[in-house]
């Protein structure tokens, strides 16, 4: 059985280890033996980061899905360091407002956000973290994809937006529906077989 490395963020984290519920990671585990790193909330420091904890050539291919370029680093989240789907959260704008209120703490940072955060920096940043992501797995074979649209984010090679899949189909399993779900794993298992990944 060939070996998936999955990384990123919650569009590709195991929600099942806080529900009840089959997203399209899980699907691809069914037919692959799998080890998914991925985890909700994360930067993409964080994205690059699990992928530097791992031996990448222990696995036949690595899946990358890659982040919103907006969020700040934080090494403990404030309201999801005990969570277990969003332990490792990164902060993000709309998050900070929808707890600002149960959470004084979150104040500084929503003012951040509000009075100084610049997105050309944050874009800036976000592209050199994705050219050392390039750069480490420069020798694996790689599937990069995006829930968001990275048009103008980055260019990778061998990449696949469901940015419209999310718009279209969105829903409460790795923030997709059910049919959402069942077209991502389809046209990556199509992408994988093409990849000579069949069993």
């Not at 963020?9 to 692959?32: M, T």
């Not at 390039?134 to 980055?154: A, K, P």
């Amino acid at each position: 059985m060939k070996k998936i490395l999955i990384t990123g963020d919650s569009f590709a984290a195991d929600w099942q280890v806080k529900y009840n519920i089959v997203g399209w990671p899980n699907l691809i585990g069914q037919r692959y033996q799998v080890t998914n790193l991925a985890q909700a909330g994360c930067g993409e420091y964080k994205i690059y980061k699990q992928l530097a904890s791992q031996n990448l050539s222990n696995f036949d291919i690595v899946l990358i899905s890659h982040t919103s370029p907006y969020r700040i680093y934080c090494s403990s989240h404030p309201v999801h360091k005990n969570d277990p789907l969003h332990a490792n959260s990164d902060f993000i704008y709309s998050d900070v407002v929808e707890n600002v209120d149960k959470r004084s703490d979150l104040s500084n940072i929503k003012y951040y956000f509000e009075n100084f955060f610049d997105m050309d920096h944050a874009k800036f940043i976000h592209r050199l973290i994705c050219k050392e992501i390039v750069n480490l797995t420069q020798n694996v074979s790689v599937i990069h994809l995006s829930f968001f649209d990275y048009q103008d984010v980055f260019e990778f090679n061998n990449f696949l937006s469901f940015y419209d899949i999310f718009k279209n189909h969105r829903g409460s399993v790795n923030h997709l529906n059910e049919m959402g779900n069942k077209i991502v794993y389809k046209k990556l298992i199509e992408v994988l077989e093409n990849e000579n990944m069949a069993d």
